[in-house]
């Protein structure tokens, strides 16, 4: 019963490598952690997140545990959120972490780049409705610039609502004086990130499979 089991889980292994892009060894080094994230269970929750030490330093870990928990993250069409998740689910968004495969091809390499595009816009779109709006842009930009000292509220607000006008003449380079912008779209969305190396500055840390500190 034991090898046909290890035989099932090696042959589930494959087949995750090739949807996901980790290497079957890099998948049961990830299996391990999560079991230990779990304490040996098969379903993990936000607050196990929270013995992740590189998690506690970043300013937008709230961010990055609720992408994990986004049913948009997950290979399909889901909508909201869940409360736990399984290990597939779990691999599939650690595998938007990941650099690219430089053996990849010009088409791979494009479709590689849209779907972390769509994971970082999920990110800012927290409700979910196509559109990153100023109050969702200005809170993240507020998480980040709030680490200085030197900044209080009213002026981290101030520079999220310039940083938006920014990005918004961007995205629509002929919008009139008088005109609301009522968000960003995920087409203006790649616009902006137009010759931007996303691939290179999309990791966290735990990423870093040999090296990673993800359970410690």
């Known amino acids: 019963m034991g090898a046909f089991q290890s035989v099932h889980q090696e042959d589930n292994y494959e087949d995750l490598a090739t949807r996901t892009g980790f290497s079957p060894e890099q998948i049961r080094n990830l299996h391990r952690r999560f079991k230990h994230l779990t304490k040996n ?12 030490s590189d998690l506690e330093l970043n300013p937008i870990q709230s961010q990055i545990i609720e992408a994990f928990f986004d049913k948009r993250n997950f290979q399909g069409n889901g909508r ?16 938007y972490f990941l650099p690219t495969d430089p053996n990849l091809t010009a088409e791979e390499r494009e479709s590689f ?12 779109d927290t409700d979910d409705d196509g559109k990153i709006t100023v109050q969702e842009y200005r809170h993240v930009v507020q998480v980040l610039i709030s680490q200085s000292d030197n900044l209080d509220q009213e002026e981290a607000k ?9 990005v918004a003449s961007l995205a629509v380079v002929h919008m009139a004086p008088d005109e609301f912008y009522e968000g960003i779209t995920f087409e203006h ?9 996303i691939e290179m500055k999309m990791h966290v840390r735990f990423s870093h ?4 500190s993800i359970c410690k």
């Open 189 to 197: 969305f790649v616009k902006i990130w137009k010759g931007i190396e």
């Open 41 to 52: 269970g098969d379903k993990l929750r936000r607050d196990h997140f929270r013995v992740i």
């Open 209 to 212: 499979l040999e090296t990673t």
């Open 80 to 95: 909201g959120t869940v409360s736990e998740i399984g290990f597939e689910e779990f691999l599939i968004v650690m595998s």
């Open 113 to 124: 780049r849209q779907r972390k595009l769509h994971f970082l816009f999920n990110m800012y």
């Open 158 to 166: 101030e520079i999220a609502d310039a940083a938006m006008l920014e």
